[in-house]
């Protein structure tokens, strides 16, 4: 938590200074006699501005600059000003207009990219799901049908003379325990399916890793393939967004699924884990014992609409590395030493 308080100092020191700054740049343009364009300094200020404001917030400290050397001006008017400093003040103006314009326009155009990012994320989430339809159908209808069998088991111990009220409320038990079990499955494919916009939580990791293997267990079973968890239990909590990082680590165990189904079925051997590989970061691995991959294909695994599957559409390890990116993490693909393939991230485990 030590090194979280120092990010929160850092997020609040930024601002600060940009102030005390500003601030200094204004007094030495106004008690000073100097013959320079102290005024071109507040594009520095508009720069710091662009570290930690979006485009409008960037715009006002551009506005603000600007007011802050006019203002300058008028407290230090002369009846006859020098052509240097009415050339000085006007170079300054032309550099804080311009810096604002560019910076502005930089932060506009990267919050267009996280928006495409972001859409084009859940147009992949919503075409995953769409293949998962019969599992996701399968893990509802599993609990729907236990909720059925003790409902009517329920009934017998109840008409029973005198009825069997211990095992009713046994029933009654197992009942909503499979209603929050299909719950828990609705609530997740609406999560995934939903554009909501991301959220930064205290997360852990090994969950996220269990509930979307959890998600995929039809296509366990049809594959017939043996899936192994190795997950460690000294993982600290994550600071990222769930629905995210729950699509990265459904991309990996779907392509490790494929990649399984062209080899014999004594072959099929998935392994998912999770280690604390230092201070500083969490280590999430997904190996298969499938085909693997051509050496020449390493390099270009991770780039945008391309695939090894004939029917792929080439998004999903590009989406998965935007998305460890975005959360100061790296992802990586080498081959497995007996066979196969291994996709691994990282994640810091004091990201904010």
């Known amino acids: 938590m030590k090194s979280l308080n120092l990010r929160?100092?850092?997020?609040?020191?930024?601002?600060?200074?940009?102030?005390?700054?500003a601030a200094?740049?204004?007094?030495?343009?106004?008690?000073?006699?100097?013959?320079?364009?102290?005024?071109?300094?507040?594009?520095?200020?508009?720069?710091?501005?662009?570290r930690f404001c979006r485009k409008n917030g960037v715009i006002i400290v551009g506005a603000g600059c600007i007011g802050l050397t006019l203002l300058s001006d008028i407290l230090t008017f002369d009846a006859a000003p020098s052509e240097a400093g009415v050339a000085n003040t006007v170079i300054g103006l032309l550099a804080i207009a311009a810096t604002t314009y560019l910076a502005a326009?930089?932060?506009?155009?990267?919050?267009?990219?996280?928006?495409?990012?972001?859409?084009?994320?859940?147009?992949?989430?919503?075409?995953?799901?769409?293949?998962?339809?019969?599992?996701?159908?399968?893990?509802?209808?599993?609990?729907?049908?236990?909720?059925?069998?003790?409902?009517?088991?329920?009934?017998?111990?109840?008409?029973?003379?005198p009825p069997n009220l211990d095992e009713a409320r046994?029933?009654?038990?197992?009942?909503?325990?499979?209603?929050?079990?299909?719950?828990?499955?609705?609530?997740q494919v609406r999560n995934l399916a939903k554009g909501s916009p991301p959220e930064r939580d205290w997360l852990r990791i090994n969950e996220i890793v269990l509930s979307t293997v959890a998600l995929l267990d039809r296509e366990v079973q049809q594959s017939e393939l043996v899936l192994q968890t190795q997950l460690s239990n000294d993982l600290p909590l994550i600071r990222g967004d769930r629905i995210q990082l729950q699509q990265v680590i459904l991309n990996l165990l779907l392509n490790a699924i494929d990649?399984?189904?062209l080899v014999?079925?004594?072959?099929?051997?998935?392994?998912?884990?999770?280690?604390?590989?230092?201070?500083?970061?969490?280590?999430?691995?997904?190996?298969?014992?499938?085909?693997?991959?051509?050496?020449?294909?390493?390099?270009?695994?991770?780039?945008?609409?391309y695939s090894t599957k004939p029917n792929g559409m080439g998004m999903g390890l590009a989406i998965s590395r935007s998305i460890v990116e975005s959360h100061g993490g790296q992802i990586w693909a080498k081959p497995n030493a007996s066979g196969g393939a291994v996709f691994q991230f990282t994640l810091p485990i004091d990201a904010g």
């Open 8 to 21: 929160v100092t850092a997020a609040w020191l930024l601002p600060v200074v940009t102030i005390v700054l």
């Open 170 to 187: 046994r029933n009654v038990a197992r009942i909503v325990k499979d209603v929050d079990r299909a719950s828990e499955v609705i609530i």
């Open 105 to 161: 326009r930089f932060e506009a155009e990267r919050e267009a990219v996280y928006e495409i990012r972001s859409q084009l994320a859940h147009v992949t989430r919503v075409a995953t799901l769409g293949e998962m339809t019969t599992s996701l159908a399968h893990q509802v209808n599993q609990p729907l049908a236990a909720v059925a069998i003790n409902a009517n088991a329920l009934l017998h111990w109840l008409d029973d003379r």
């Open 24 to 50: 200094g740049i204004f007094v030495a343009d106004t008690i000073t006699d100097l013959e320079i364009a102290f005024p071109a300094f507040y594009t520095a200020i508009v720069l710091l501005a662009s």
């Open 259 to 261: 990649a399984l189904s």
């Open 264 to 305: 014999s079925q004594e072959q099929r051997k998935l392994v998912v884990s999770s280690a604390k590989i230092d201070t500083k970061n969490a280590l999430i691995s997904v190996q298969d014992s499938g085909g693997g991959f051509a050496p020449e294909d390493l390099d270009r695994l991770f780039n945008a609409f």
